[in-house]
């Protein structure tokens, strides 16, 4: 079964830092740009960051850029999202989702970030 | 960056009929470059749509969509219980990706 399953979620203060976890399961993980969306509470998708299939190249949002890190290692077959200087405006269940010629076929369940 | 504004903000119809959702651009999206998905409570997102037109795997061809340059629609041709949910529209034509702010289909 294609999975994606989202780990490392959290409470944290302002200012702090977490780093998010993306395991990927039945597909080559090598193969495929991998995404960072985020939704805050009863609001809509905001887009993150993404990451090339071998890492070499990566993009994000303006509301996170000199904070929040995109990585891959496509031996573990995971992405990683480093957040730090974290604020209140970060607070969502951040999904992380495949690319398919660029949009997002295969999502995960998300993993939950508080900063109060 | 691409703004994607979404109407309606809500649209409450009953099953059986036609839904009619639109997502408008600040700028032409190139190749259409636009997709849409469904979000249920507490699921996550399910891709519809991509190319602004082609079907992704799986979903029932009750739902179509059509659009280029700026205008795009997403349409129910009769809604199934199971279609009311939320709906996205979102460019992928370069980065930054965005996402429309989502109409709602609610039941009237």
């Known amino acids: 079964e294609v999975q994606l399953v989202e780990s490392g979620g959290g409470l944290v203060q302002p200012g702090g830092s977490l780093r998010l976890s993306c395991a990927a399961s039945?597909?080559?993980?090598?193969?495929?740009?991998i995404n960072w969306v985020r939704q805050a509470p009863g609001k809509g998708l905001e887009w993150v960051a993404n990451?090339?299939?071998?890492?070499?190249?990566?993009y994000s949002a303006e509301s996170v850029k000199g904070r929040f890190t995109i990585s891959r290692d496509n031996a573990k077959n995971s992405a990683y999202l480093q957040l730090n200087n974290l604020g209140a405006e970060d607070t969502a269940l951040y999904y992380c989702?495949?690319?398919?010629?660029?949009?997002?076929?295969?999502w995960g369940r998300g993993t939950r970030v508080t900063v109060s | 960056e691409i703004v994607l504004t979404q109407s309606p903000g809500t649209l409450s119809l009953s099953p059986g009929e036609r839904a009619t959702l639109s997502c408008r651009a600040s700028?032409?999206?190139?190749?259409?470059?636009l997709g849409w998905y469904q979000q249920k409570p507490g699921q996550a997102p399910r891709l519809l749509i991509y190319?602004?037109?082609s079907r992704a795997t799986g979903i029932p061809d009750r739902f179509s969509g059509s659009g280029s340059g700026t205008d795009f629609t997403l349409t129910i041709s009769r809604l199934e219980p199971e279609d009311f949910a939320v709906y996205y529209c979102?460019?992928?034509?370069?980065?930054?990706?965005?996402f429309g702010q989502g109409t709602k289909v609610e039941i009237k």
């Open positions: 039945g597909f080559s993980f090598k193969n495929y740009w």
């Open positions: 989702a495949r690319d398919y010629w660029g949009v997002f076929d295969v």
């Open positions: 990451i090339k299939q071998d890492g070499t190249g990566t």
């Open positions: 700028q032409s999206i190139g190749i259409s470059s």
């Open positions: 979102q460019h992928y034509g370069d980065s930054p990706r965005t």
């Open positions: 190319g602004a037109s």
